[in-house]
Structures are given as structure tokens and as C-alpha cells.
């Protein structure tokens, strides 16, 4: 019989996620019915939603998250040994699996000149959420200013890129100064600033004189209110995530300074969205996005750490911002 | 000679406006050049933009405004002596003007079976931003439920009736008994709720117990942020005024609970606006609430004071919302 290892929901989250939040344990797999599949991880994604959402399962429940695996024992034959999959199987070594007719699993068929791991970075969630946060929402136009929060981190990097390739003016802020250095000399960003260490209002207003189209907010509070105060008419903001806030209790909210004066008089759209959205029209995304990849014209970075047990340490530093370019644990 | 009397803004409006910040001066009118009118107030508008406005221009201007006057000589065949007209002529008695080819001043032509007050209400800007503003960003559909801030006031009790003529369930808040009485007996509103005596939060659970589809937002602040936190997913916020705000300085907002973590797993959309966007498309505003209100489908209500010299003093307890309906001075 094998054996598997996984990660559970030790203790709640509050505050800042640390290792006493994750149990690791081991766990016995079924035997192989007809249509089962065994599968073993390669890659595992840490990513800021677990953060968000992990807290809404009890205490037990084994950590979510998605990876991507090789098939090791298949009495299925649409996933024959050895094929690459990716699927929702949370922070666990060891699956297996019974495929429901939904697409929460996704053979890796055409990843032959791109990394697997690529599957949980540019051409995944994070991917397709750039491609349609950024294009459906904000709508950018050619000679447009955008600015980007958390602009060194899995989504980030690709709105950017994807903003120039639809000539744009790009500005992102960071935490690091290797960070800007990145966007600006391999990600193609016309400015890149460290929101710790420099005055973002005056920064905004030398960097984007002509003020700000778009701005794709990935962490909300204080610096949020800075940028939307500096866009300009008909403005358009797509709201991705608020990290400055995920590690606070939902009702307890921090305070910010109100953004509905800045909005009223300039016309400006603010829009939430749950990359699910497009589920629909995920395939459209990851082909565009291969295609860009393969041509040049995106660049990606991945922070690799190395091993099962390093799972909750991966996803501790990303929440602190260690990772550049998307965090992932190879097994 | 014609002497004619106007406020002028004397001190630089800090925290609520009070009556030093007017001061009331009479002036000379010039003698009347080939093309020009004279014209002398009959009603004055007083309207929370310009507490919001009135800063941006040097101490010594004369307040701005709307207001309806009569033409009582005229060397402009278009404005016969004793016409009605609606301009932008700020707070004074008389006023010299050479039309300029915008449309800035609106002839009543058409006023005939409703108060020439009217085009400074519901049949004027507060009556185009509600029909705008919340149609074109709100997008309502039946069946939805609907929530209004201020919503005994120039707008909101329009929008709540507008919503009830496209079958909405509507909920109001206001901050008087009176009011809550008046918008659901005569205005036709499901629920009306007094947000001053009232436990927000439950009573938004109590009354719309599947959720919030549209927001009509007056006021920001933390009752914003409470009422967002019960909208259903793609839910739509129409953000027209800030009133909580008003009296604070723009770079020193008030502070309420980030609003960015509600909308994102939500999809909920934003938009902030000023009327004058659907200037082109006036005429259809006025043209369908006209209807309405000749159906009586729409009622309405005006909160009228008597006398030049009283303006500043409508204008400051409109400010402390003392009004049902619109604010308006009648010379």
C-alpha cells in the first residue's frame, strides 16, 4: 500500500500565517478502482489566496491549493503513466484521483517547450488572472498609464508586460530594490519603485505627470488611496487582490482613507473580480499568453524552493514578499 | 441704474459651513448692449456640490449656483421680457448675460403644468443624476433590491422611485423619522430605515435578506462600507456623492474600513460620476421624468425658504440635512 504525505489545517489562521498554523502527517491511499488514477507531486503552489480562503475550512481539513503531478499508476486510460496533470489536489505528496466530468484537471499535453511548473504560473491562474483582470477590466488603450502593485510578484509581472505589449506606460511598485531592477531591465517596465523607501505621491507625480489611466491593485489600503488620488478622468482600477489586508480579520477591516471623493468628480471605475469569471474563456488566455511566452515578449521568474516539508516556509516568505515572480515548491 | 445683490465667498470654507463664510454686497449692473438680458432670480438652488467646489475658487467670487429667473429686460429677441429661464448665475438678485452659443442657460418653454422650481430638482441636475446615475451604472433589473444613502434627499428619493418604476425593491436610509414616513407612504419605498437610530448592519440583513444588487451611494464613509459588505455577487455601486466627507479637507479624508476586500471574491463594480458625462443626453432624462411625474408616478417634494438674505442659512441646514426634498430659496 502507498503511503502519502500531506499538510493539514493545524490551528487558524491570525495575523501571520507561521508553521505552528501546519501539521504534516501521513496518510494511507485507496487501492486503484476501475478509472482511478495515482498520481505523485512534482510541483505545489503556495499562493496568497490560501491565505484569504483557508480559513473558512475546519480545522483538520488538509491545506488547499493546486499542483502539478505525474501519473505513476492509471486504470484510466485518458491519463496514461508517466503524463503530466494539474489539478486541485492541495498541499499533498500523493493523490488519488476519480475524474467527475468537471475540469478541474488539466492535462499538461501541450507543455513541450515550457516548463510544467509554468502550468501554476504564467500560463495558470496567475496567467489568466493578468490576461482578463487587466484587459477586460481595465480595457487599456495605446499611450495609457498604468501603474501595478506588488508589481514583482506572480501576477504582477505578467500585467506589466502585457501592458506594454499594448503600449502602454508601465509603473510598478515593490518591496525591493533586485525587484525594480528586474521589471524595469528584463520585464520591460519604464519605471519600477520600492514603496518602502520612496514618497509614492511625489514618486506618482514625477513618473506619471500626465497622471494615471489604469491601475491594477493587487494590495489595497493606504497606497491604493495615493494612486487612485492621481488618476485621471474615466480611469479605470481592477482590483485583484488586498494583501495589505489578508492577514486581518474581515471584520475588523483596516481603515484607509476613503476613496469615494477621489472617484466621484473623475469618473473613475473600480471593479473586484475572482479570476473564475472567465473560466469560460480560460483556453483563449493560456493560448495568448503561450504565444507571447514563446515569442519573447513575456518574461517570467519563478522562486523555487526546494522539497515537501518546505511547503509552509515557501508559503510563509511569499506572504512576506521573498518570492520574485510566482512562489512554488518543487517535491 | 439696476443695483443688484449677490453672496460672495468671504471666508474659506473649514470643517461646516456657518454664515462668515458669506457675505452679502450689493453691485452695479451694466447697461444693456444689443444681444444682452436682464434677468432677477426667482429661485436659487443650494446644493451640496458646492461645499464641495466653492474652494476652488479665490475668496472674493460669488457663490455658484443655479437658479431660475425672470427676464425683466431684454435686448435679445430669443428671451422676451417676462420668460422664464434657467442659468448658472450663482447666489444674486439680477444678472446682466450675453448668451454664448452653450447651453448653459435653458429656457422653461416647456414648464407648463409643473412648478418652474422643478428645473432646479427633479426636472434640473439632481433629477438627470438620479436618472443617469443610477440607470446607466446601476443597471437595475426587477426583482433586485436596491439600496439608497440620503435618500430623502434631491436625489436619492428619486432614485428610490425610479428603481420602484423598474421594479426593485428599494431600501432607504435617512437620518430623520419624517423622512423614513414620507419616502415609504408617499415615495413608495419597501423600507425606509433611520441610519441614526438604527443598527445598520442587522437591519440590512432583516430587509434584504438575499442581499444588495445595486447601491446608490450619497454619503461614503463607514456606512458605505457596511452596506457593500452585503452586496450579492457582480453587484453595482453608484457613487455619486461623498457627504460624510464634505466638510473634511481632501488630503486629510476620513478614514473607513477598506472597501477593496469586499468587492473582489464578489465581483462587485464601482463607479464614480458627475452628471454633466450624460450633458448630450439631458434632454431624455428630463423628457422621461416629465412623464413620470405627469403620471404620478414619481412625487416630489421641495424644502423652500424665503428671501434673498436667507440663502446662506438654507444652504448650511441642507448641509445638516434639515431638508426633505430639495433645498431651494424663493426670492
Redesign the interface.
Known sequence: MVKGKRFIYAKAFEGEPNLDNFKLEEFNLPRLENGAVLCEAIFVSVDPYIRAFMNQYPIGTKIIGTQIAKVIDSRNPKYPVSSIICGDFGWQSHTVFVENGGNDIIPLTNFKSVPHSYALSCLGMPGVTAYFGFLEICRPQPGETVVITTAAGAVGCLVGQIAKIKQCKVIGFTGADDKCEWLVKECGFDYAFNYKTCDILQTLKNAAPNGIDCYF?NV??EI??LIISQMNEFGRVS????I??YNTD?ND??????????????????????CF?WNHRRSEAIKTMMKWIKEGKIKYKETITQGFENIPTAFIEMLKGKNIGKAIVKI
Chains 1, 2 share one sequence.
Open positions: 491593485d489595497g489600503g491604493s488611496s482590483i485583484c487582490g488586498t495589505s489586508s474581515l477591516m483596516p481603515k484607509a482613507p476613503a476613496i469615494q471623493p477621489l472617484i466621484i468628480h473623475k469618473n473613475i471605475k473600480l471593479e473586484g473580480f475572482a469569471r
